[in-house]
Structures are given as structure tokens and as C-alpha cells.
């Protein structure tokens, strides 16, 4: 039941779900009803609490699922599934490892409009009480390659003094002059540690993809 990655194709209205332990993606209709599951292959044996994290439907069709666990706890690569078109319906999958910087996992993403994707970062620092710091990257999904690992560059880091807290959620708003507001969200998990936070930013993609190139 546990619900880690959601989204959603703006045509259709469907909606596509990630579970963490079944390791399954439901499809929804827009109006939330007619939910059909599959069990990809290539997510079958991915860890139990560390599933589906990130899901983002592309503007093409295709779909990336990405786990939050990795093979090891010093492995900075993740298990990915690039699929074809929808999942659902019964797309094969080509796995690749995504690149995340040290001790950082990824728990969200999202497409932006030049069709890069933004991938949301956090580690979990151990202490007293327990804290988190957060990064966001922007990679390229024409990079994927089957067997291959996918990388990014980071953009922006998340810790104190600015408001720092399990962020797993990541939302888009394209602006009229080219820069993006860009919104994240935190999961207090009912901790008395934690708290249930609303970020938002500006940004201007331009800038970066001109650094990249």
C-alpha cells in the first residue's frame, strides 16, 4: 500500500502509481477508477523498502522508474527502468544504474519543458536528533543507455540555515518568460523531528543547459 511515485499523462488525464514492496505500477483513469496493475520484470528484485521512488511519464510516451535502493550502501548508482511507453500496457523495459552524488538517494523527478528531467536527491544524516540535506540535478534522458549509467549535474543544494527536511516531492510550473517555478514538499512521517514544509523556487533553466553544453 505503500505509495512512493506518482504521475501523469496531461492528454489522457491517466495517472500511473509507484508501489515500494510489490514493487507494481498501478494505472488510473482520471477520474481514479479502473486501476489496472503490472509487476515489471526488471523492478522484481528491487529491495522491499526501496522501490519505485521516482516515476516520470515523458512527453514521448516513455516512462523512467527509479529505485531507491542500491545493491550496496557505499553504491552511489541506482537501479533504473527506461520503458518503452506505458508500463501497464505491457512495454518492455531497458535497465540502466542512475548516478547520484555520495550517500545521496533519489526520491522524485520531473520533466521540464526543453525535456530534461529534474531528479530530487536526499541523504539521511544520522545524529540527534536525525537530519536530511537535499540536492536537485537535471539530467538528459536522451543519455540512457541500456546497461548504462545515467548522470546529471547538480544544480542546487538543500541544508541549514535554508529550510531542510525529508523533501521526496517535486512539482513544475513553466512561467511565460522561459524560467520555471519549481515546488518541493516534505514528509514529516509523523516524527517529532520532521516537518511538513512547501518550497518554492524560481529558476531558469537556460542558464544551466548553456553550461552544459
Sequence with gaps: VD???MTRDPATGRIWVGYEGANAI???GGDMAGAKRVRPTAMQRWSE?????????????RFIVLAEGSRSASDTAFPGVLFASDPVGGAA???FRFAAPDKYRPVDMVQIPDGRVLVLVRRFHLGLPPRFTTRLMVAD????????VWK????????????????EGIAVRPRADGRLDLWMISDDNRASFQQTLLLQMRWDPRATHAQQQ
Design 49 to 61: 523498502n526501496s522501490g519505485a521512488e521516482a516515476m516520470v511519464r515523458l512527453a514521448d510516451g
Design 152 to 167: 546529471g549535474t547538480v544544480i542546487a543544494s538543500f541544508a541549514a540555515p535554508l529550510p531542510s527536511d525529508n523533501y
Design 26 to 28: 498501478d494505472r488510473l
Design 93 to 95: 523495459g531497458q535497465t
Design 3 to 5: 505509495i512512493e511515485s
Design 141 to 148: 534522458p536522451a543519455d540512457i543507455r541500456a546497461g548504462g
